[in-house]
């Protein structure tokens, strides 16, 4: 049996020591390989008996046809490679050597996003462009390289199961040449979720014409039309629900509510949602208050450097939900732009000024100040919206169905208090759920709120099945329970 490994690269929680220890824990980072698959291989995990995924699906995940569904998965935040277009620089996905360091200045704007009064969020455009999903991270340890592995498990699961992604060689299993069965969508994840959402719906479509014609190609013209099974992780969640109610659609302009149309569920049978923190995480606060260091090798990233990231407010909780209390133990609205300013959060940190000097050189300290405190505004209102699209209570149309696997069985932060003298966030209490997201949150269960009845489940999404994986974040896409669960769903479960 091979040996625990140490915990993998985890993108929204700090480093805890009591964490360190633990073979699964979320905090530090973890060499691994595949543990899905290699747990099928060997057979054992800390004695306790696992399937044999491979000898389980073998034949099944031999048998392609018209109407098995092609699968795509969408990581996380900073799941996604990022290089800079021009320089070829790593921006996102090694630490070290030719990576770019958000400690230096010029690394710093690289990494960043553009920062400009009297534009929109939108047209903040720079020259990162993507590079694949991040299998793996390298990092430089006394000069060694050191790769670490990100999203492999999902990947190595599917090979297992058949599906071929011409894109990823991480699997033992060769079942020919049906690289359309399987695809990853890289996104940014610094930007806005609604425009990678609107980016994630023209994949679809781009992919949805290029399957049609390779299965024309094998099985003649008359096909239903392809949809996909969806696997997103974390964030990619949040992508992929708001593609699923609007589409292509933006969030209007005037910070009302988008028509739910249900344009992308006609795209989509199953969206498989792993970890997604559907009304947020704490641990976001944090980041963008104190800034954050992702792992014991990595550099350090300043809140002014990560306050940039429109996609990191939306990863916030609902301020409804209690997550944030003052000294009387009163709920506070922390999507306020008047209370950062206040409190000297993020961009409104005046101790940040030496970072916005690094990200606009060109400007006075007071012009980098309007410009800062603009886009926290900016950020913080289309947090707001976008939040109001997913949490509008709606099922979707037939064909579609909602599946969650969430974590339950690690002590999770749930509540906090802003600490003035240290400038940073006091946690108050936990809760079940995977270190990083609550249980409650993966749910999106509004029995947080005061107003609501506590009986049974109230969730605004019309959930089709919910499995827990008693694991951490990132932990879930390699427990053998979640390999096996996915596996059953993507090819034996009746459609």
Sequence with gaps: MKPSLPAPLHPLNPLRSRRLASPRGLLGLRIVASLALLLSIT??????EVPDLLGIYDQVAKYHDQHRNPVVVIPGILGTKLVHENSGQIVWGAFGGSAVDPREADGARIFSLPMETGSELRELTDEVVTDGVLEKIEVRLAGLPIELQA????????????YRDQDFRGTVVDYGDDHFTCFQYPYDWRRDNVE?????????????????????????EDQDPVRFDVIAHSMGGLVLRYMLRYGDADLPADGSMPELTWAGAELVGRAILVGTPNAGAIDALAQLIEGRKFGPFTPRFEPALIGTLP????????????????????TVDFLQPALWRERGWGLANPGQDEILAQLLPQLSPSARR????????????????????????ATPPQGTRLMLFAG??????????????????????????????????????????????????SSPIHWSQVSFIFSDHLGITSAPEFSDNVLYLLLEEPR
């Excluded at 057979?43 to 306790?48: F, L, M």
């Excluded at 990678?196 to 003649?220: C, D, I, P």
């Excluded at 759920?433 to 506590?454: C, F, I, N, Q, Y």
């Design 151 to 162: 999203y492999v498990e999902i990947l190595a699961t599917l090979g297992a199961g058949g």
């Design 370 to 393: 309007t410009v800062a405190l603009e886009h926290l505004d900016k950020s913080l209102r289309r947090a707001r919206q976008f939040h109001g699209a997913l949490d509008l209570p």
């Design 43 to 48: 057979g054992c995990r800390s004695g306790v």
């Design 196 to 220: 990678s959402a609107q980016n994630l719906y023209r994949f679809l479509r781009e992919r949805q014409a290029y399957v049609t014609e390779e299965r024309r190609k094998r099985w003649g």
């Design 311 to 330: 996609s990191l407010y939306q990863l916030l909780p609902r301020p409804r939900h209690g997550a944030l209390l003052d000294s009387s133990g009163e």
């Design 408 to 457: 339950d069985a690690e002590l999770t932060s749930s509540a906090a208090r802003f600490d003035a003298d240290r400038h940073r966030l006091s946690f108050l209490a936990t809760a079940p759920g995977d270190g990083t997201v609550l249980r409650t949150s993966a749910l999106m269960d509004e029995r947080l709120d005061p107003s609501v009845p506590k009986a049974g489940l």
